[in-house]
């Protein structure tokens, strides 16, 4: 095998070295082709001038006017250690005996195009003869075909060539046997180089570069260059796009518009050749192979390469020559070449480089690679702690979330089928590997999964395995003592029941762990550890407020028989707060017969505080109409009453409260046994209850002697007639306030304040009184002004009345002339009747003056017009008979 020909020089091995080291990618490798002496054997002065290869074969050009046709095939072996298979076809010498300049196949013809002094020669690609015709194209520099033709003959090709012809470009037709011009172009300076994409010619001047449409006519420049300077290079790399040695050791792209759409990549000053292998650029100069990415404009490898004078791509394939030997730049595979990236950790090269090659690889095969792409640059971005980086990598790339999960030990659930994927994502065991222990490093990925987690646990990325990731996010709430542990047990999870309940228990979460029983259904479990940490038998301060927590749930409890379980319990703690368990159930619990009152009551009467507060639900607030609730709760709050005013003062506050709950109770219920409440109230001092008790019976007056006369509280009196007035008519009113005032002026001891209650009372109430019974009532010794108040009110009453009892009459006159009016329209004119008369419908006379009329004058029977017998010309000639009589 022939062996490359490296530099041997010190200097440049250690250039080469630094700069491979510093790319770092292996995109290329140089593997020999054509040996020398399997080319041209001891002859020594022989030297490759061209090559051309189309499929299989390759054709090399000498400068002693020969072709050499080899087959080319690449052994099977891996990419690593390619090789090829050559063999020697022929080898054909041409008559001028001249060095071959280009060589061109176009396989659609079987025509190999050979330029040699100047002329294009015809010649069959497997014998190498010339074609009988003898066509050719003369006076040719160097040419190029047109990839792109604007002819629509599959049978030809386009041919471009600069003439001979100073300041000329021509255009061929080539066909299998002939050949014919189609245009001739001229420069405004001689052309060196062209490169042709539809009817666009790319061309290299001899002081600049130029776009040329030689349909139109149209030019345009692109930028200078000195031709005497540098080699100029114009090579088409796709359609309407070409490449260009530019100044400053530039390539640089251009379109046929004249712009450039990629940045250029920058390479040697003393650039020779240059090929594209997709998404790369490569380019000769005088001692290396230079690498470049299209895709970042970096270099990316540089190969040490002597002597080397043809550098060219054909389908794919990239060959470089010396004036001796014929080498292939054999690719590696893509994907080699992103996992050797990943591996180097240079996330971003690594998916520039999958990005592009996309166009390379079938649809749904780079998916696949590209997804798994994004998750190795996201495993590596988060093994450098780059979480936002790696989460979004992770998204892009729809990751297995359990993928992550198991690099933290424990997090999987014991009963996960969960297998890592083959070949591994990463290279690392678990988190202790990655973080090398570092306890900070280890903190911050583990809340960088807590996060991560609580983000995707309801999308798409946890569908098949929510079990797996909810207890894996209780794990790491419960280790971190995170606050959204109780969130995620109160909402709807897939936390696994016997690993998270471990969990739990070993961290001391036990308020997590009822939560936990009661998202699985097992509320007896819970309740039974709740109670637990209030009793003090378990630690656990995430709750202050436990006890009003089990209150709440049982209230909501749908299990009635653990409701019923723990009611002793709850309302031995707090009488006041455990009765919530009855007092805030759902009313549909009662009405399935759970929690009838009568069972609640019983239950309570151990609990006098809760019973109270039970019974004021019933009654007040459910307003339940049963009197012995009603009857019970008003003996409670007199027992109530009684055992505070037992004990003095100390209990004013509590007294005067529950004292104003029984005179409400007793003044707005009328379901209560009057008379067994009167009967326990007898003999002692609740005067006032007495008096609302004595008027529920209707006894107005006993009520009143006792506000009057035992308590001397005439506010109370006066609060007492407008409290049993509520609702009823004038005279009831009235009668209820002369029973006050008679009560104030009848004392057998009128002493001052009574006089003063009852002007007060006909002052403030004149309006309840008959000011003439009044008047007869009051002493003569009272002075109008005493009286002025209530004497102006008893006025302007009077007069009130009068003036809307004439207002009434005025308006019931009035309706009452509307009415007569109404009744003179529809009277109308008169109907006679006689013995003539006939009946409309029957044509009998009438015997008794008992008629129907209809509105057209006619008249009828009342029993013809009730049914209604009435024939068709009758009903022509009468409208519907009236109602009216």
């Not at 470049?292 to 390469?305: G, R």
């Not at 471990?502 to 259904?521: M, R, T, V």
């Not at 004990?647 to 005179?663: F, I």
Request: net charge neutral; proline share 4%; charged share 25%.
């Amino acid at each position: 095998m022939a062996r490359c020909p490296n530099c041997k020089g010190g200097e440049s091995t250690a250039k080469s070295g630094q700069l491979e080291n510093a790319m770092s990618v292996k995109a290329f490798k140089l593997v020999p082709a054509v040996e020398r002496e399997m080319l041209m054997g001891d002859k020594a002065r022989i030297n490759i001038e061209c090559i051309e290869c189309c499929g299989r074969n390759l054709y090399i050009g000498t400068n002693d006017g020969s072709i050499c046709h080899f087959l080319l095939e690449e052994k099977n072996s891996p990419a690593e250690k390619a090789a090829f298979s050559v063999t020697k076809q022929l080898q054909k010498y041409l008559s001028f005996r001249k060095a071959v300049g280009e060589l061109k196949a176009a396989s659609a013809l079987n025509r190999l195009l050979v330029l040699c002094d100047n002329t294009i020669t015809l010649m069959n690609m497997m014998n190498l003869e010339p074609i009988p015709t003898g066509a050719r194209i003369k006076g040719a520099l160097t040419f190029t075909l047109n990839e792109n033709p604007v002819n629509g003959d599959p049978f030809c090709v386009e041919v471009c060539i600069v003439s001979v012809k100073r300041r000329t470009i021509q255009l061929f037709l080539v066909y299998e046997d002939k050949v014919q011009i189609v245009k001739e172009v001229s420069t405004q300076e001689q052309p060196c180089a062209v490169a042709i994409d539809g009817h666009y010619l790319c061309l290299a001047l001899t002081t600049q570069y130029i776009i040329l449409n030689y349909n139109t006519g149209v030019s345009q420049d692109l930028f200078p260059y000195s031709s005497e300077e540098r080699r100029p290079i114009v090579k088409r790399i796709g359609r309407q796009e070409f490449l260009l040695a530019g100044p400053g050791g530039l390539g640089m792209f251009a379109t046929v518009d004249g712009i450039s759409q990629r940045a250029p990549v920058h390479w040697s000053e003393n650039v020779i050749g240059a090929a594209l292998c997709f998404p790369y650029v490569v380019a000769l100069d005088e001692e290396f192979i230079t690498v470049h990415s299209m895709l970042d404009q970096q270099q990316k490898q540089t190969l040490p390469f002597k002597d080397g004078h043809i550098l060219q791509d054909f389908e794919g394939k990239v060959i470089v020559a010396t004036t001796k030997g014929v080498y292939v730049l054999v690719p590696l595979p893509l994907e080699k070449q992103i996992q050797d990236l990943l591996a180097s950790q240079r996330v971003e090269e690594a998916l520039v480089l999958a990005k592009g090659a996309r166009r390379n690889i079938p649809k749904e095969k780079f998916q696949t690679m590209y997804k798994r792409i994004l998750q190795q640059a996201g495993f590596i971005q988060f093994a450098q702690l780059q979480f936002l980086e790696a989460k979004e990598l992770f998204r892009s790339g729809q990751l297995d979330v359990r993928e992550l999960i198991s690099l933290y030990p424990f997090l999987l659930p014991t009963t996960s089928s969960f297998m890592r994927s083959h070949p591994p994502l990463h290279e690392y065991a678990d988190l202790n590997q990655l973080t090398q222990g570092d306890q900070g490093k280890m903190a911050k990925c583990k809340q960088f999964l807590m996060s991560y987690l609580s983000e995707v646990r309801s999308t798409e990325v946890a569908n098949g395995y929510k079990e797996d990731v909810d207890t894996a996010l209780l794990k790491l709430y419960a280790e971190s003592n995170h606050e959204s542990l109780l969130d995620l047990l109160v909402s709807e999870n897939s936390c696994l029941l016997t690993d998270s309940a471990a969990w739990l228990e070993k961290h001391k979460k036990f308020f997590a762990l009822g939560l936990l029983y009661h998202s699985n259904g097992q509320d007896a479990a819970a309740l039974q550890l709740w109670v637990k940490i209030v009793n003090g038998d378990i630690q656990d301060s995430t709750r202050t407020d436990l006890y009003d927590y089990i209150v709440d749930f049982l209230t909501s409890c749908s299990d009635h028989e653990l409701v019923w379980k723990y009611a002793e319990w709850v309302l031995q703690r707090s009488e006041e707060v455990g009765v919530y368990i009855f007092t805030k159930r759902p009313l549909e619990d009662e009405q399935k017969n759970s929690f009838k009152p009568d069972d609640v009551i019983n239950c309570l009467n151990k609990y006098p505080i809760s019973l109270v507060k039970y019974l004021e639900f019933l009654v007040l607030e459910r307003r339940i109409k049963k009197e012995k609730f009603h009857t019970h709760l008003a003996v409670l709050y007199l027992d109530e009453v009684m055992h505070l005013k037992s004990l003095g003062s100390e209990k004013y506050e509590e007294l005067a409260k529950t004292q104003t709950k029984l005179r409400n109770l007793l003044r707005k219920s009328d379901l209560y046994r009057v008379h067994f409440i009167l009967d326990k109230i007898s003999g002692t001092d609740l005067h006032v209850e007495s008096a609302i008790l004595y008027g529920k019976l209707e006894e107005h007056d006993k009520a009143l002697h006792i506000l009057v006369h035992e308590l001397k509280d005439f506010a109370a009196a006066e609060d007492y007639c407008v409290w049993k007035s509520e609702s009823k008519d004038l005279p009831y009113r009235r009668k209820l306030f002369h029973m006050l005032l008679s009560a104030y002026l009848n004392s057998s001891t009128l002493d001052h304040e009574l006089v003063m209650a009852a002007v007060d009372l006909l002052n403030n109430h004149a309006a309840e009184f008959d000011a003439v019974c009044v008047l007869q009532l009051i002493p003569d010794s009272w002075s109008v002004q005493l009286l002025s108040s209530f004497l102006t009110g008893a006025m302007r009453e009077s007069i009130h009345t009068q003036r809307m009892t004439q207002i009434a009459v005025g308006l019931a006159n009035a309706e009452n002339l509307a009415y007569k009016h109404e009744k003179v329209k529809l009277k109308g004119s008169p109907t006679i009747l006689s013995d003539k008369k006939l009946c409309q419908v029957c044509q009998s006379p009438f015997c008794e003056p008992v008629f129907v009329r209809y509105p057209n004058g006619g008249v009828a029977h009342t029993h013809c017009a009730a049914n209604r017998l009435v024939n068709t010309n009758t009903n022509h000639h009468l409208s519907s008979p009236s109602r009216r009589t």
